[in-house]
């Protein structure tokens, strides 16, 4: 990855693609925590998905992730959910 900064204006619309090359959807948003954690925001399949920036493999013309990163995440959202 780049070590320049990237603005959400610049990541808005950019296609999201996954370690396989499967398009999962476009960047909508990006979202932060108060601990300073960073997520691009994706729809995927009609639903929003956050993905955390150290997913990220490379952005550029796409964003590409790394193995695993979408279900890693869907899997911990599940269990967060539990919790509450």
Do not use: C, W, Y
Request: hydrophobic share 40%; net charge negative; charged share 40%.
């Amino acid at each position: 990855m780049s070590k320049r900064g990237f603005r959400k204006e610049d990541l808005v619309g950019i296609d999201v693609i996954d370690h396989q090359g499967i398009r999962l959807g476009a960047v909508s948003d990006v979202e932060f925590t108060l601990d300073g954690k960073l997520f691009l925001i994706i729809d995927l399949e009609g639903e929003e998905k956050s993905i955390p920036f150290n997913a990220i493999k490379a952005i550029g013309d796409i964003v590409l992730l790394k193995p695993k990163s979408v279900e890693k995440q869907e899997r911990k959202s599940r269990e967060e959910e539990v919790k509450r």
